[in-house]
């Protein structure tokens, strides 16, 4: 019998052996200490950094520069039970905060609420893993030793196993704890300070993705690091109709792998159809992919098909999990007889908890209509039960023949009924012309109604106005069956990380500026004038020899698109990590190696120390490698959360439209030069830098504006002659092109003759004569005098003085 004492135990009889268990666990944290350090160098002064941390030495440093713009929704504060206070005209609510404090507050609550999306699904998804594979499951992602950049930076740590993500994601839980504190009534009132917990979330966000990624990767057997992922199928158009159809919608594949198992052990991926609707689609075409060149899960679409795809009557049952799934999945879902299985304690729609029940005696419940589907949180009966429902509900299903699309004669007398009062029009996020497209239809011409069907987000919020009670995406759907039936693209799997041998690489080519810069279109659907948008932007970067990240809805929307020969975009371009390259990271939650991949070149290429030294890294990231992502659909708090865990790495953003309503855009005062210094870390002195980038966080009206914007903000203070000279001919050429005029401050990023735009040098040394009076010696073709920065190639550019020789 062993007696238990403080910090120590001892057995009877055995009074010569003692074990203390404090002096072996703090050994073998030192000992545990010692290996990281010996792999990742000295351990930098932010491990497991609290939300302080960055404050002073980074991250207002950023907001200095790039001063927050504020967007408020309305001039009230309806936070507490003080109000609703109305907060216009500099007034301050009965709490006394004012409407900076309020507009940076609900920033900020948009930010961690999409950092704990992420951060729950890793925790759910790691759990799972380990209980399945085991502590000691090695974490393998193809060709990397940097295997958690984004991990080691903000904790200092650089798990090897799934069992040692545990301590990562506890402290990414803990500090987002601290940070829902904040925005009680009473806490944090300063904008200022709500920015910088914002930034602070957003670097947690790509811890928690970073974790979520590398569990699935690892356990589930995904591509690692392979630019020669499969190809998938995806549209509505790819779906066989004669077949049963599981439908899966949301962000977490755990529980949708079992189905696929089930469907592969007992023979019938060949009699039904599996296919998914968002994060989860990839991540079922990415399950198993070492052992399947060629998967049979097809990808619908982005969360923008959700309801269209419902109200077609394909699905025979839907499996939903978490993040991206509609409200009224289940009511829509009902109406058309079809099955709603919840696998997700995030979600459970109210439905009826039958885990403990027996698989026949639910299919047998849902075959009566008993129940309209039910929560089922045990995964081996999930395998069992989806396609067993599926099996079962397809004839009875085809037999009635069941859809929301209307017949010829249903959809003329909608058509007819329709009394053009434009409600619909007003109600429309997008602002499409429903009324006319009506009238056209009732004239017979029904290509208006048809042409809407790309843009329509699948919202319904046309149909919650109409006084005829019209179901208009009914109406829209049905006018463009030909079109839905054609829908057939093809889109790469999700290959994620860039591999360590990518970075050594083209590292160099990123620095220097001879591959333009990193382009990272991810995020949401919510497009403001349809989903080709993203593939024309797509496009125009890749002939231009950018590197192309992309991931979730976009880079299932990029797929959709042909050329005149009939090839997509992921046919046409390669899936490395290099220039003209695109590569689809995959779900969601791979957006951490789009910043990973950034952060990577600092610690392979610079030979940068990643553990724990977040404000050396996002330094470098801002200084020298020219990325800039696009949120060009962004709707959701996950967006928002991405986005901003770009931003304190200094990697700026753009957004649609819609995207000023997160309330916040974070952009510099080009014209203030005060803004645009920082130290050569050779020595200490301060040098001038071009105004580059000139934000952070900005949105655009228009995707012609957007790609002019992108390429000016992948400009960085180190490029060398011949990178700034091919940053500035692209930018200048798609601002003549897209906006039809030459950029005005084009003459402010050249240092000298060697940075202009080889075509038109002379042209453009004229120009800086007559209209910048600056001298040139025309013999020489030289610029004698005039830029006010100095270019010096080996300059060491930084905003930490700490980082200066002899500080």
């Not at 759990?127 to 594979?133: G, P």
């Not at 058509?415 to 429903?434: N, V």
């Amino acid at each position: 019998m062993s007696k238990l004492t403080t910090g120590s135990f001892s057995i009877e009889d055995l009074e010569s052996v003692q074990i203390t268990i404090n002096n072996i666990v703090g050994a073998a944290k030192e000992v545990a200490k010692e290996a990281e350090e010996k792999e990742l160098g000295p351990m930098g002064p932010t491990p497991l950094a609290s939300m302080a941390a960055y404050r002073n030495d980074w991250n207002f440093l950023l907001l200095n520069r790039y001063e927050p713009v504020l967007t408020p929704m309305c001039d009230q504060c309806c936070y507490c039970t003080y109000g609703p206070c109305d907060l216009s005209g500099n007034k301050r609510g009965a709490c006394g905060i004012d409407m900076a404090g309020q507009t940076g507050r609900e920033f900020f609550l948009r930010v961690i609420t999409g950092t704990a999306c992420h951060a729950a699904h890793g925790r759910h998804l790691l759990d799972h893993v380990i209980e399945v594979f085991g502590e000691d499951y090695p974490i393998n992602l193809g060709e990397s030793n940097v295997l958690t950049p984004n991990v080691t930076i903000c904790t200092g740590y650089s798990p090897k196993t799934l069992g040692e993500c545990r301590a990562p994601m506890e402290y990414v839980e803990e500090q987002l704890t601290q940070l829902l504190a904040t925005i009680h009534a009473g806490q944090e009132s300063a904008e200022i300070d709500y920015d910088s917990k914002a930034l602070f979330s957003g670097s947690l966000d790509h811890v928690g993705m970073e974790i979520s990624d590398i569990a699935q990767i690892s356990a589930y057997d995904f591509p690692k690091a392979d630019p020669e992922a499969p190809l998938i199928e995806i549209g509505m158009g790819t779906i066989d109709k004669s077949k049963p159809l599981i439908v899966a919608i949301g962000h977490n594949v755990a529980g949708v792998t079992y189905i696929m198992d089930y469907m592969e052990d007992n023979n019938l991926t060949d009699k039904m159809e599996i296919a998914g609707l968002c994060c989860t689609a990839f991540d079922m075409t990415r399950y198993k992919e070492a052992d399947r060149r060629a998967p049979y899960a097809k990808i619908v679409g982005s969360l923008a098909k959700e309801l269209k795809v419902i109200r077609s009557g394909m699905p025979d049952v839907i499996v939903v999990d978490e993040q991206c799934v509609r409200g009224d999945v289940l009511s829509e879902s009902q109406k058309l007889k079809i099955p709603v299985i919840a696998s997700n304690e995030k979600i459970m729609m109210g439905l009826p908890d039958r885990t403990d029940a027996d698989v026949d005696s639910i299919v047998e419940e849902i075959k009566s209509g008993a129940i309209p589907g039910c929560v089922m949180l045990d995964y081996d009966k999930l395998g069992e039960l989806v396609p067993k429902i599926a099996e079962v509900m397809a004839p009875i299903r085809d037999a009635e023949g069941i859809t929301a699309i209307p017949t010829d004669e249903e959809f003329k007398a909608y058509i007819d009924k329709c009394a053009k009062c434009g409600e619909c029009l007003l109600a429309c996020p997008e602002e499409l012309d429903i009324p006319e497209a009506m009238e056209y239809a009732a004239k017979g011409s029904y290509e208006y109604l048809e042409a809407i069907h790309d843009v329509c987000i699948g919202c319904r919020r046309c149909e919650q106005v109409c006084k005829k009670d019209i179901p208009i995406l009914n109406i829209i759907e049905k006018a463009a069956q030909k079109a839905i039936s054609e829908e057939k693209g093809l889109v790469r799997a999700g290959r994620g990380q860039a591999s360590d041998a990518e970075i050594r690489k083209e590292g160099l080519n990123l620095v220097m500026g001879t591959t333009p810069g990193i382009i990272a279109i991810i995020g949401c659907p919510n497009y403001p004038s349809g989903t080709k948008d993203v593939y024309l932007i797509a496009e125009e970067f890749l002939k231009r020899n950018y590197l192309l990240a992309v991931s979730g809805c976009s880079a299932m929307d990029i797929g959709m698109y042909k050329d005149e020969e009939g090839k997509t975009l992921y046919e046409r371009y390669p899936g490395t990590f290099a220039g003209g390259g695109l590569l689809n990271t995959g779900s969601c939650v791979s957006n951490a190696h789009i910043s990973g991949a950034a952060e990577k070149v600092a610690g392979i290429f610079a030979q940068r120390n990643l553990a724990g030294n977040l404000a050396e890294i996002a330094d470098y990231t801002l200084n020298r490698v020219g990325a800039c992502g696009l949120a060009w659909g962004g709707y959701s708090q996950k967006a928002a959360s991405i986005g901003t865990g770009c931003n304190i790495y200094g990697i700026p953003a753009v957004l649609g439209p819609h995207g000023s309503k997160y309330r916040r855009a974070l952009i510099a005062k080009n014209y203030d030069e005060s803004k645009w210094k920082v130290y050569d870390a050779r020595d200490g002195s301060e040098m001038n830098i071009p105004p580059a980038p000139e934000f952070l966080l900005t949105t655009a009206e228009t995707w012609q504006e957007a790609i002019p914007m992108m390429a000016k903000a992948c400009i960085r203070p180190s490029d060398n002659s011949m990178g700034r000279s091919i940053k500035l001919t692209h930018w200048m050429e798609l601002s003549k092109k897209y906006l039809g005029v030459e950029p005005d401050d084009w003459w402010r990023f050249v240092r000298n003759e060697a940075d202009l735009p080889l075509a038109k040098r002379e042209e453009l040394l004229k120009r800086l004569e007559k209209e910048h009076g600056w001298e040139i010696d025309w013999k020489k073709r030289k610029i004698i005098s005039g830029p006010k920065i100095k270019f010096d190639v080996s300059a060491q550019p930084t905003n930490l003085k700490r980082l200066c020789k002899g500080a």
